[in-house]
């Protein structure tokens, strides 16, 4: 007994037939309202993580919850439960009726065939058949290989984690729809330290993929690259500050875009015009070399699943084409307000959360350069290897990135380590000095974070060139 | 749900477990937001769940589950026993003993249960409007949210530990947009009680919205070294990002700021700064932590001495000294992690009015982007983003934005110079202090 027992995967069960889901989408619209839906999640995870050379925080679980939604206009009446069983739905149904009161009720259809999708993202070996001691074995592995690497290397986290998330969602629009999402992740921090001087290295694999993404060779690679950041930026001087140009490195670079771009076209902030990209549909937002989409089907993805939270199906999405605003990123909610379509970016961290609209794999697509070449073709530069992360203000633009491995480009070379430095901008500015893009694309996993909720994300990029950009250093 | 605790109990020990303890909650919330006069979303959730924690051969092992029907509970325990075998042997790990009965706590309130719906939408409302008609400059109030809490928490253990409190809270937040000139700027604030009658809609919504104005018309101002004050929000998230390195598990692991320098100087000589899991106005607070160990009230720095750590019990134990009661749980669903209760900053406190009135050249910082991301909680280096207003010649003058804040966290500790006079709570942390004033802080800009 591993991981999940399959036992407890009660999603399954015929005590959710059509006939009780529809006669609780019905109960919900019983006061009125367009749209009423019911989520269904049951989740089985497991976490490893081992410091200081021992795996000392093994924990997993279950949880089994349902949620009812109700939309009226822009309104939304949310209750969820974990009691599972007709009078724990009709409860739920009857708290975001009464939320409503407004008297006819609202229209339900009947709900049509079940759909799902099973392998969209293949799931080769699926985790919780993979025996825990060989979990705890790759742990034990990259905190190996990492402190052999250097004997700089002062601390290793090492962290491992996988779920299975079922989940069935049925609505008054006659959607019924399963959907079955095992995502692993694998993550090492190095701390390096050397005369006082302490940095860190991060480095991650993750997917909407079973265990076949961790091998030894994944798990060895991770951990010598962290310790390989944590190591060379102890020779790091402190990062200057000034506008300068800056040249961003693929896959952990994708923040950039996801930051500065993305959240401000998360439909949410636009039905408030509460973002900079809001009634600029059509309009120049970026330099014409860039485009960009948000890509829930992309196969495998850490930030993918094969239908939403809302069980629209998932999709690619270009943002911007040529430099244009072309698409902002929607949840049913935002789309039928709009009167556009869903993206399939209606994601929700769990029952427990209202879905809103929100990025999945967020991607730059790449150009034609290589980046030796945009590095070669910078005088005087930053050139930004890592970031460790960032925040937006959606209304204003403005970001912060902190850069946990950068360097200084100087005649065209990237020479010494910069530490302390951050980048600091407004979203339009910084995509419209986009002047470079490179070939070499590559898509990195995160955690994002929005209104409480987290979920996987996807950050894809090439290398790229940031003609001028307001570096914050501390040197 | 002693009888679900209990249960637990006894099947983790039956399937072999040679110590356990049980955590239990059950809760009730209500989440209220409002947009242009109107509900846009009100969400009410009742939740449940366990959590089962293992000792079996020197290692401990973890398992939740929102289930609590017996075969649940028994799928539970076996996981925690296995979670427990793959974990590495720890001669440090062991479970809370029993202490004296913990502090009896005014963490509950008996009025909030009886608030209906119908005067929590009010509110809300009312906060909204308070930010709109505040000043003309207001675009729109994006968030106007409203949201309580009523938990139950049981635990028990092998070892005797048996604890029961209910807490609740509600809380207010604006984050209001203001524009001028084609500029968007944001400022947020928020109310905290523990019935809604200490809610404060109206103050509440005025602060938002005079803090988005207030950085209208902002421009980046010359790199420079100069003295900035911190106002409460700005400090409470540098303070949310020191005391990671406060805590007992980041100075064992190597990863604090702090590890060597227990007794030592790291801040300004006026500066106090403690743990207090027992203030009845802290949301952090309560009778005992996460393990059963009672909460009390521990000093970090004292006259700007660093005078000790945060203790869960195996941090403790392994430091040969006692828990302090800071084991906390944010859920059924996590196993003890060593973290803050309640922040405290003291200090003598200085009229905020005179303290800008001696400053001949400064920013005061009202709004700080990237403390997370930008801090370094291993290195103490940071460089954030920061938006406030210039202080010249001891008055306050245009706003600035588009600027970076860059130092290393315990340079930042010993220029702090004053205090304002203006403590006060700020969520999310739960974090009480006033403005602080450092001196010789790196500006970068233009």
Request: hydrophobic residues 40%; negative net charge.
């Amino acid at each position: 007994m591993c991981g999940g027992p399959s036992n407890l995967l009660r999603v399954t069960l015929p005590a959710l037939e059509a006939a009780l889901l529809e006669a609780v989408v019905a109960r919900a619209l019983g006061s009125g309202g367009d749209f009423a839906e019911v989520f269904v999640e049951d989740s089985v995870g497991l976490g490893m993580r081992l410091e200081d050379g021992k795996v000392e925080q093994t924990s997993g679980g279950h949880e089994y919850g349902a949620a009812v939604r109700l939309n009226s206009g822009d309104r939304t009446y949310y209750a969820y439960t974990d009691e599972v069983d007709e009078a724990g739905l009709f409860e739920a149904a009857t708290a975001v009726a009464a939320g409503l009161r407004s008297g006819a009720a609202g229209a339900t259809t009947k709900l049509g065939a079940e759909r799902s999708e099973p392998g969209r993202h293949p799931v080769q070996v699926p985790p919780e058949t993979v025996p825990i001691v060989r979990k705890r074995d790759l742990l034990h592995a990259a905190d190996d290989v990492a402190r052999g690497s250097s004997p700089l290397v002062g601390q290793v986290i090492a962290g491992y984690s996988e779920g299975r998330q079922r989940v069935l969602i049925a609505n008054s629009l006659g959607d019924v729809v399963r959907d079955d999402r095992t995502r692993v992740r694998f993550i090492v921090t190095v701390i390096a330290r050397r005369d006082g001087i302490i940095q860190t290295g991060y480095q991650t694999i993750g997917g909407s993929a079973g265990f076949e993404i961790l091998d030894e060779k994944a798990v060895t690679e991770t951990a010598v690259k962290a310790a390989g950041k944590a190591v060379i930026m102890l020779d790091a001087r402190p990062a200057p500050m000034g506008a300068m140009p800056v040249v961003l490195a693929n896959g952990f670079g994708g923040t950039l875009f996801h930051e500065a771009c993305g959240h401000g076209l998360e439909a949410d902030a636009i039905a408030k015009g509460a973002s900079i990209y809001a009634g600029r549909m059509g309009e120049l937002v970026a330099a014409p070399i860039v485009n960009a989409y948000d890509d829930g089907s992309l196969v495998n993805g850490w930030g993918s699943a094969a239908f939403d939270d809302e069980g629209v199906p998932t999709r690619k999405t270009m943002v911007i084409e040529e430099g244009r605003l072309c698409s902002y990123l929607y949840d049913r909610l935002r789309a039928r307000s709009a009167g556009a379509e869903p993206t399939g970016n209606g994601r929700r961290q769990s029952f427990r959360h209202v879905p809103l609209p929100r990025m999945t794999t967020t991607c730059i697509a790449p150009g034609d350069a290589t980046p030796e070449a945009i590095i070669a073709a910078t005088a005087h530069g930053f050139y930004a290897k890592s970031l460790a992360g960032g925040q937006v203000e959606p209304a204003s633009g403005n970001f912060v990135f902190g850069v946990s491995e950068g360097y200084l480009i100087e005649k065209g070379k990237v020479t010494t380590p910069l530490r302390g430095a951050t980048l600091v901008g407004n979203g339009i500015d910084i995509l419209k000095q986009i002047d470079m893009i490179a070939a070499d694309f590559d898509v990195k996993s995160g955690i994002c974070g929005k209104d409480g909720q987290g979920v996987p994300v996807g950050t894809g990029q090439a290398t790229l060139r940031i003609r001028q950009m307001t570096v914050g250093g501390t040197g | 749900m002693f009888d679900v605790v209990d249960k637990a109990l006894d099947l983790a020990l039956a399937q072999g477990a040679d110590e356990a303890e049980v955590y239990a909650s059950t809760s009730t919330s209500r989440r209220i937001k409002v947009y242009g006069g109107e509900v846009e979303e009100l969400t009410a959730a009742r939740h449940k769940g366990v959590g089962v924690r293992v000792v079996s051969g020197g290692a401990a092992g973890y398992a939740y589950s929102s289930d609590t029907a017996p075969s649940a509970l028994e799928t539970t325990a076996a996981r925690a026993l296995e979670h427990a075998r793959v974990s590495d042997h720890d001669p440090h790990v062991a479970l809370a003993d029993p202490g004296s009965a913990p502090p009896q706590l005014d963490i509950f309130d008996e009025r909030l249960t009886r608030a209906t719906d119908e005067q929590k939408i009010d509110i809300a409302l009312a906060l909204e409007r308070a930010a709109l008609g505040h000043d003309k400059r207001v675009k729109l109030v994006e968030d106007t949210m409203y949201a309580d809490d009523d938990t139950e928490v049981f635990l028990a253990s092998s070892k005797g530990v048996r604890g029961t409190y209910r807490e609740n809270s509600c809380f207010l937040f604006a984050y209001v947009l203001a524009e001028q000139d084609g500029q968007v700027d944001t400022g947020l604030s928020y109310s905290i009680g523990r019935d809604i009658s200490e809610l404060q809609p109206q103050a509440c919504g005025r602060e938002a919205a005079q803090r988005a104005c207030d950085l209208l018309g902002g421009r980046q101002c010359p790199s420079m070294k100069a003295t900035v004050v911190l106002d409460p929000f700005v400090a409470a998230s540098f303070i949310g990002v020191l005391s990671a390195a406060l805590t007992a598990d980041a100075v064992q692991k190597g990863r604090s700021l702090f590890a060597a320098l227990e007794g030592k100087e790291v801040a300004g000589a006026g500066v106090n700064l403690c743990d207090d899991g027992l203030r009845p106005d802290g949301l952090a607070s309560a009778p005992f932590d996460g393990e059963g160990t009672s909460c009390r009230r521990t000093p970090l720095i004292q006259g700007g001495v660093l005078t000790g750590f945060l203790y869960d019990v195996y941090t403790a134990r392994k430091a040969g000294r006692q828990s302090t009661g800071n084991g906390l749980r944010s859920s059924y669903r996590s196993m003890p992690q060593v973290r803050p209760t309640n922040l405290i900053v003291e200090g003598a406190a200085t009229p905020l009015a005179d303290v800008i009135a001696g400053i001949e050249h400064g920013v005061l910082v009202s709004s700080a982007v990237g403390v997370h991301s930008g801090a370094n909680p291993v290195s103490g280096e940071f460089s954030v983003g920061i938006n406030g207003r210039l202080i010249e010649a001891g008055r306050l003058s245009t706003a600035v934005r588009e600027v970076t804040l860059a130092g290393d966290i315990i340079s930042m500790l010993k220029g702090i110079v004053a205090f304002g006079d203006d403590a006060r709570w700020i969520p999310g942390g739960s974090i009480f202090t006033p403005s602080i004033v450092i001196e010789g802080m790196s500006i970068g800009g233009a």
